[in-house]
């Protein structure tokens, strides 16, 4: 029988499996090793086997796992604070459990807020060329992806695609109510906003009383160096969604917001959302990364993957046309797409893992707290075969 034959074949799976790990290093069934530049897309932020995240997680499945957001859960409550405290932004919390959940309680806020907040209600949310917003139907549609929107139509209204910044500010009209972008694209390319485009567009909302939701559910809990992306651009969004990295591996994903007065009760909700388990690991990571953010070996340790990087795309200028992206979260464009699955698998044989973005970029997700001699391993088995294919 098939080992498949009980799951839909939704997913295009590599030939390996994964029983444990150990910091930025992966185990398969026979006891080979991948050093990981993928951390579960995005999401192991600590890595693997964490002794506090360990530890945290049998502590509090001793007591309580879930209750439900009928009842108060303190560990919630303080996660909500640790969040806002780190994003420096004035908010409130939602919390769900991913990133599509999270930017589909966005849309809704938004789109409370446009009717109730103007004469003339307001609903059109303006998303960015090859944006990934999420798989619900809405945060689905809200994907500025013509490719990821058949079949499951009819869509909800609503929602239109810029080309980029620039132009996303010349379609805003009467019935705009708010532009939902990532300030780097995860799943489009590894393409980052220009900074001074980001800032004209937040005055321009801001001037005409709209909104600016900002995804960070792949860049922000310190992937780009600081918790959100949005502090490096200098900017103050109305919503910012979050959810990968949050805890290292337990599902949650969390909206925060400005706009504190615009949901009520039973505007919307979640079963499972923000309870003792996810907020209580989600706390302990917060710790964790926090302190290794201030300790400055986080920025010392981005600077070196990029000097790799860049050492990779000085050496095969045949293969790669630049690098993209910012922090860990970063991507090496290649001069034929073709190749693309190629080095996917080969890097797979020779045991490190990378991504893909779009059609023609190799995408690097490194674990947060990944360390020297994990990346200088990392890229000299990614190098190895990189000078296999320059022989070929």
């Not at 409130?92 to 409370?112: D, Y």
């Not at 499951?152 to 019935?175: L, Q």
């Not at 220009?194 to 005055?203: A, G, M, S």
């Not at 000299?380 to 022989?391: A, P």
């Amino acid at each position: 029988m098939n080992k498949n034959s009980y799951i839909l074949p939704l997913y295009n799976r590599l030939e390996v499996g994964f029983v444990k790990g150990k910091k930025s290093v992966l185990y398969d069934e026979d006891g080979k090793n991948y050093i990981d530049f993928a951390s579960g897309v995005g999401v192991n932020s600590l890595g693997y086997a964490n002794k506090k995240i360990v530890k945290t997680i049998k502590k509090q499945a001793s007591k309580i796992v879930h209750s439900s957001n009928i009842y108060q859960i303190k560990s919630q409550e303080k996660c909500a604070k640790r969040i806002v405290e780190l994003s420096s932004y004035d908010m409130k919390c939602f919390f769900c459990n991913s990133g599509a959940e999270a930017n589909e309680s966005a849309i809704k806020l938004a789109r409370k807020y446009g009717n109730t907040k103007f004469k003339n209600p307001k609903y059109k949310i303006i998303t960015i060329k090859n944006s990934f917003h999420g798989r619900t139907i809405a945060t689905l549609k809200a994907t500025a992806q013509e490719d990821k929107h058949k079949y499951f139509a009819p869509y909800p209204d609503g929602f239109v695609y810029a080309n980029d910044i620039n132009e996303a500010i010349n379609m805003i009209d009467d019935s705009t109510v708010a532009v939902m972008i990532e300030l780097i694209l995860g799943e489009g390319g590894i393409l980052m906003q220009d900074i001074h485009q980001v800032k004209e567009l937040e005055k321009v909302l801001k001037e005409r009383k709209l909104l600016l939701i900002i995804d960070e559910v792949q860049t922000g809990v310190y992937r780009s160096g600081n918790f959100l992306l949005s502090q490096y651009f200098g900017i103050k969004p109305d919503i910012v969604t979050l959810a990968k990295g949050l805890a290292s591996g337990i599902p949650i994903g969390v909206m925060i917001s400005s706009l504190k007065d615009i949901f009520a009760f039973g505007d919307h909700g979640s079963t499972f959302g923000g309870n003792h388990l996810s907020t209580t690991v989600c706390n302990k990571v917060l710790n964790i990364l926090e302190k290794y953010s201030n300790s400055g070996e986080l920025s010392e340790n981005i600077k070196y993957f990029n000097s790799c990087l860049q050492y990779i795309i000085n050496k095969y200028p045949n293969i790669f046309l630049k690098k993209s992206g910012f922090g860990f979260m970063q991507g090496l464009v290649l001069k034929d797409e073709m190749l693309l699955n190629d080095i996917i698998n080969l890097a797979l044989k020779n045991g490190v893992l990378v991504l893909k973005s779009g059609k023609n970029i190799i995408r690097f997700l490194p674990p947060i707290i990944i360390n020297k001699s994990e990346i200088t391993e990392g890229f000299q088995r990614f190098e190895d075969i990189l000078s296999k294919m320059n022989k070929i």
